[in-house]
């Protein structure tokens, strides 16, 4: 079935290290995002982008990275990882054309425990 | 700035009871509204919708939510819950010009008492 997949569902890592998180949609939707999830915040947008190539800043994009070379693909690395980056993150993704704009479809999260 | 406010962060009902959940937006221009549903350990997923039309929007689950433009609102409703609606919901805006700027309310825990 088609959908958006992210990977790793679950990260253990320690301060300093690299990790990257996957998320991979089959939809060709243009539009995809990267939030993070904590209690008492809600959801925060890191990173979007409109297109292959084109990306944009959210609420929270320090210490974060993110690329999109190929339309499906929009991993995101936190370079070197702080405690504080400890969440779930949660990619979606979005049709923008006609009636459908703004609405999103989201993977299962990545949940992420940086020690 | 734009902002989307959920007053109510949690709100415990007994089986049965009506619910109303509250959502406010600070836009002028005209928006897309939503409201998703975040079940206990899972991702979002979408509960309802409002692009155009009768302000009045049935959703999934006998949800249901009204767009009151002058009132900037987008208030959820079920007349009657059940234990399985236990979750998180949010509230969505995105200003129809912007593809990009959804903005999300910060959340509504929803605990239902069996």
């Known amino acids: 079935d088609a959908g958006i997949t992210q990977s790793p569902r679950y990260k253990i890592t320690e301060t300093g290290r690299q990790v990257t998180l996957m998320c991979h949609q089959t939809?060709?939707?243009?539009?995809m995002f990267w939030y993070r999830q904590d209690l008492g915040h809600g959801l925060r947008l890191i990173y979007y982008?409109?297109?292959?190539?084109?990306?944009d800043k959210g609420e929270v994009p320090d210490g974060y990275v993110v690329s999109r070379s190929k339309t499906e693909n929009f991993p995101l690395t936190l370079e070197s990882a702080t405690r504080s980056q400890t969440s779930v993150y949660f990619c979606?993704?979005?049709?923008?054309?006609?009636?459908?704009?703004?609405?999103?479809?989201f993977g299962e999260g990545s949940r992420l425990t940086v020690l | 700035a734009q902002s989307v406010s959920q007053h109510n962060h949690h709100v415990i009902l007994s089986e049965a009871a009506s619910l109303e959940l509250g959502c406010n937006y600070s836009?002028?221009?005209?928006?897309?509204l939503f409201w998703y549903v975040q079940y206990p350990g899972q991702h979002l997923q979408l509960l309802l919708k409002?692009?155009?039309?009768?302000?009045l929007v049935k959703g999934i689950k006998g949800f249901e939510a009204e767009f009151i433009k002058s009132k900037f609102s987008f208030n959820l409703r079920k007349p009657s819950v059940q234990w399985s609606d236990t979750a998180e919901y949010f509230c969505?805006?995105?200003?129809?010009?912007?593809?990009?700027?959804?903005?999300f309310g910060s959340g509504t825990r929803l605990s239902i008492r069996p």
């Open positions: 979606a993704s979005s049709d923008t054309s006609g009636r459908n704009t703004g609405e999103l479809f």
């Open positions: 409002y692009f155009s039309g009768d302000p």
């Open positions: 982008s409109a297109a292959a190539d084109i990306t």
């Open positions: 836009y002028g221009g005209t928006v897309n």
């Open positions: 969505a805006v995105i200003p129809y010009s912007s593809a990009s700027k959804i903005i």
């Open positions: 939809w060709s939707h243009s539009y």
